[in-house]
């Protein structure tokens, strides 16, 4: 059979392309013998190394790098001749003192070794976690609930935070709408301010009356919403909620205390009929609270107003006399100081009741 005379040129000319390729490629390229020796390093090889690639040739690596000796990378190529298998890493490199990802390709013959210097990625990656648990720590200071709804998704994902308001248990974290929607006192509130941020863009920021999974006593939460939309150009909705049940109870004590005293003044309003009207005030602020006012009289107590406990319970305090022992009101007034009683079955004062 007649010799192809094209075929050394071909194998020269697919060679010499091989190798303008490795010098144009971004990665840097070093291919290793058996013996550790150099056989090829590209350009951008030697730029990260500050050696002339030409040099480079025939050396051993780690007579060239000692400071690279018992370091990750260096364990890394050990492990791959020895067991002929691809390995992927990425390792702090100290005396470069920089980050670089290396692919190591094992063979009969040596190592071929493509790596890049992957520091500001890595500097990137710590600023992300560094700003995430800023993150966490704000939200976790300002008592802030963090949320996010995908379009077309029917759960929204939810912070411990935010799971813990609504009642949820912090690793809750996906609650369906469904689940969500009947603890919102005024669900039509959100739906209408949802509806204007999605066709108007218009962020909301509102106030609303949810009663939390599994919770009796209702709680008032600011929401805040707006669309955003990541880096492939998917929207969905980020918010952030935040308990301010305490805040709106001092804010409606204060608008109560004004309207007493606006009532007070009126000429025809009775003693009974102002104290009436600041436990009703009292009793829409804290629902679960039982208010009422005594009026001691000849060593006595007696009901002025009690709008909401029990009728058989104002007989049996009527006429309780003044002195420890005697309930809660007539050892309080006796004391001249607050008395808590988290029982009245089972405590001392009121055993003689």
Not at 27 to 50: H, P, Q, R
Not at 197 to 207: N, P, S, T, V
Not at 290 to 295: E, I, P, Q, W
Request: proline letters at 6%; charged letters at 30%.
């Amino acid at each position: 059979m007649k010799k192809n005379p094209s075929q050394p040129l071909l194998s020269v000319y697919s060679q010499e392309n091989l190798l303008a390729v490795l010098e144009r490629i971004s990665d840097a390229f070093v291919a290793l013998d058996k013996s550790w020796c150099y056989t090829y390093m590209n350009k951008k090889a030697g730029e990260i190394f500050n050696r002339d690639p030409l040099s480079m040739i025939g050396k051993h690596i780690w007579t060239e790098f000692p400071e690279g000796i018992d370091q990750p990378f260096y364990k890394a190529y050990y492990k791959a001749m020895e067991t002929q298998q691809y390995i992927h890493l990425e390792e702090f490199y100290s005396p470069y003192n920089k980050w670089f990802e290396n692919n190591i390709y094992p063979s009969s013959e040596g190592l071929t070794i493509y790596f890049r210097d992957i520091t500001s990625r890595k500097l990137e990656e710590q600023q992300m976690r560094i700003d995430k648990a800023r993150l966490l720590k704000a939200q976790e200071i300002g008592q802030l609930g963090y949320w996010e709804l995908e379009k077309n998704k029917d759960v929204i994902w939810g912070s411990e935070k935010a799971c813990e308001i609504f009642g949820f248990p912090p690793e809750a974290r996906e609650i369906p709408i469904s689940k969500i929607e009947p603890l919102i006192k005024e669900i039509d509130k959100v739906r209408n301010a949802g509806k204007k941020l999605i066709q108007e863009q218009m962020k909301y920021d509102i106030e609303v009356q949810i009663f939390p999974e599994n919770e009796d006593t209702p709680k008032t939460i600011s929401a805040k919403a707006e669309i955003v939309k990541d880096l492939f150009g998917n929207a969905k909705i980020m918010g952030v909620i935040r308990d301010i049940t305490d805040q709106k109870r001092i804010e409606q004590l204060e608008i109560l205390e004004k309207e007493v005293l606006q009532h007070y003044v009126q000429p025809d309003s009775s003693v009974e009929e102002l104290i009436t009207f600041l436990l009703n005030g009292l009793k829409e602020i804290h629902p679960d609270m039982l208010c009422s006012v005594l009026k001691a009289k000849n060593g006595r107590l007696y009901n002025w107003s009690s709008p909401h406990l029990p009728e058989a319970f104002n007989k049996e305090v009527e006429g309780t006399p003044i002195a420890e022992g005697k309930g809660s009101c007539g050892s309080a007034a006796f004391l001249r100081k607050k008395v808590e009683v988290p029982d009245i079955f089972n405590h001392p004062y009121w055993n003689n009741i």
